[in-house]
């Protein structure tokens, strides 16, 4: 088991910065890839970022490319995402997800656990 805790979430305004945090306990962090998702009522989940298990690889969304940053930190069991120049469309709530595997893609399915979920709202 793996159990997943996003927090870092609030209310901005369009151009502020939030970085998101996903504390991981359970089985090895290590060893997984991670990734961050996010909803906005009434839409689909979507994805934003992954990062495999070394932090040597990641990948964006284009929505997000050039503004936001995962990084993750296997000392404390944590991924981040660094979130720069938010809009108001980035307004949703974001889950960290985990993949038993070292290297994940963009899809829901490759992801075997989920947090609950942070909110982010940016106004303009």
């Known amino acids: 088991q793996v159990q997943l805790v996003e927090s870092g979430g609030g209310s901005v305004q369009a151009g502020d910065s939030l970085r998101l945090s996903c504390a991981a306990s359970?089985?090895?962090?290590?060893?997984?890839?991670m990734g961050w998702f996010r909803q906005d009522p009434g839409k689909e989940r979507e994805f934003v970022a992954t990062?495999?298990?070394?932090?040597?690889?990641?990948y964006y969304a284009d929505s997000v490319k050039g503004r936001f940053t995962i990084s993750r930190d296997n000392a404390k069991n944590t991924v981040y995402l660094q979130m720069n120049s938010l809009k108001p469309e980035d307004t949703a709530v974001y889950y960290c997800?985990?993949?038993?595997?070292?290297?994940?893609?963009?899809?829901?399915?490759?992801?075997?656990?989920w947090g609950q979920g942070t909110q982010v709202t940016c106004s303009s």
């Open positions: 997800a985990a993949a038993l595997t070292v290297v994940a893609g963009t899809a829901e399915n490759e992801y075997g656990y």
């Open positions: 359970g089985r090895t962090f290590s060893r997984y890839a």
């Open positions: 990062i495999n298990w070394s932090g040597g690889y990641t």
